[in-house]
């Protein structure tokens, strides 16, 4: 059984391009959620998609735009990049319950804005 | 608001000895607590989490850990370390109360096992 899977797994991009990430997530699992880990910090949330609709957001400018497909598979689209932005953007996956659900990460993909 | 916090952001401890790295959170509701580890270069792996129920919670690679509301923490432990848990932990949580389903983060704690 695969796990969550990212790609690409490095990017290198400049100052005011945009970029996509993909994630796969786990064999049944329906909801994704997309994280951002700057260097010596810890994960802080960006959104969640489920059922093909963003379910909530964190305390990220609209930049930061995301889409799930019907197969939940998901993408997470940054536009205007920032020096700031560069970062290991990490995707989980869980199945929505009451809460209680473990979410699994995949393995990141580091993006280098220079 | 809530917010988590791991006190240390290193821990040293000698092969075979036990280990703990602490975690404290702040909610004003029941909490859902996680550790995360997470190797060089790599995305996190989930170790255990708190739902409710018994508070000695048991995980994957013979961790550990004990959740304590009176004291708002939720300690990550092993009896005898090994070389190969040497990476950094991460002490998440979700407010039950808030509809929220997303993890709040501590700043992680980077564990080394000398031999």
């Known amino acids: 059984d695969a796990g969550v899977t990212q790609s690409p797994t490095h990017l290198i991009k400049t100052r005011g391009q945009q970029v996509t990430l993909r994630c796969s997530p786990k064999?049944?699992?329906?909801?994704v959620s997309w994280y951002q880990q700057a260097l010596g910090q810890g994960p802080q949330f960006i959104f969640q998609?489920?059922?093909?609709?963003?379910?909530q957001r964190g305390n990220f400018p609209d930049r930061f735009s995301g889409h799930q497909f019907p197969n939940y598979s998901s993408e997470l689209n940054v536009n205007a990049l920032l020096l700031g932005d560069s970062a290991l953007y990490l995707c989980?996956?869980?199945?929505?319950?009451?809460?209680?659900?473990?979410?699994?990460f995949g393995p990141g993909t580091r993006l280098l804005v220079l | 608001a809530q917010s988590v916090a791991q006190p240390e952001d290193q821990v040293n401890v000698a092969e075979g000895n036990p280990l703990t790295v602490k975690c404290t959170y702040s909610v004003s509701g029941n909490p859902y607590l996680f550790w995360y580890v997470q190797y060089p270069n790599r995305g996190l792996q989930f170790l255990l989490k708190y739902i409710t129920g018994d508070n000695l919670v048991k995980g994957s690679y013979g961790f550990e850990a004990e959740f304590n509301k009176s004291q708002t923490s939720f300690h990550l432990k092993k009896p005898s370390a090994l070389v190969s848990d040497s990476a950094l932990y991460f002490c998440?949580?979700?407010?039950?109360?808030?509809?929220?389903?997303?993890?709040?983060f501590g700043t992680g704690t980077r564990l080394t096992v000398i031999p």
């Open positions: 989980a996956s869980s199945i929505l319950a009451g809460g209680g659900e473990t979410q699994y």
């Open positions: 064999s049944g699992h329906d909801t």
């Open positions: 998440a949580l979700r407010e039950l109360s808030s509809g929220a389903n997303n993890l709040f």
């Open positions: 998609y489920y059922e093909e609709e963003e379910r």
